[in-house]
C-alpha cells in the first residue's frame, strides 16, 4: 500500500470500523467502492478532494468516511450496477453520435 492509504487508514479507521460490523466487511465495501469508481460512478467527494488522490482504494475509503454512502446487504446488485451504467453510457454516446451526425446534415 502507499502511503496516502496508510495515512488515511489510520486517520479515519475508527469510523470506519464502526459502520461495518468487521475489517473484512469494511474491506469488502472498499474494495466494491474502488470497482463502482473505476466503472464511471459518480464520486460523492468534492472535486478539490479527489484531485489529490489516483489511488481509488483511498478515495472509497475517503467516501465511506463522509457518510453519504449506504453500507448494507440490500444495495444494488453488482451486476446490475454495471448493466445500467453501460446502458446508460451507450445512450450518451449514441446522442454525442446523432448530433455529430446532425452538425454534417448542414
Given at each position: 500500500m502507499t502511503k496516502g492509504?496508510?495515512?488515511?487508514?489510520?486517520k479515519d479507521i475508527d469510523k470506519l470500523l464502526s459502520m461495518t460490523d468487521s475489517k473484512y466487511r469494511?474491506?469488502?465495501v472498499t474494495a466494491k467502492r474502488a470497482l463502482q469508481l473505476r466503472?464511471?460512478?459518480p464520486s460523492v467527494l468534492?472535486?478539490?478532494q479527489r484531485v489529490k488522490t489516483h489511488?481509488?482504494?483511498t478515495q472509497a475509503m475517503r467516501e465511506l468516511a463522509t457518510g453519504k454512502l449506504i453500507?448494507?446487504?440490500e444495495l444494488m446488485d453488482e451486476t446490475r450496477f454495471h448493466?445500467?451504467?453501460v446502458r446508460q453510457r451507450q445512450a450518451q454516446l449514441q446522442a454525442m453520435l446523432n448530433a455529430e451526425r446532425e452538425r454534417e446534415r448542414d
Open positions: 492509504v496508510w495515512s488515511m487508514a489510520e469494511l474491506s469488502v466503472s464511471g460512478a468534492p472535486t478539490e489511488n481509488l482504494v453500507v448494507g446487504t448493466q445500467d451504467y
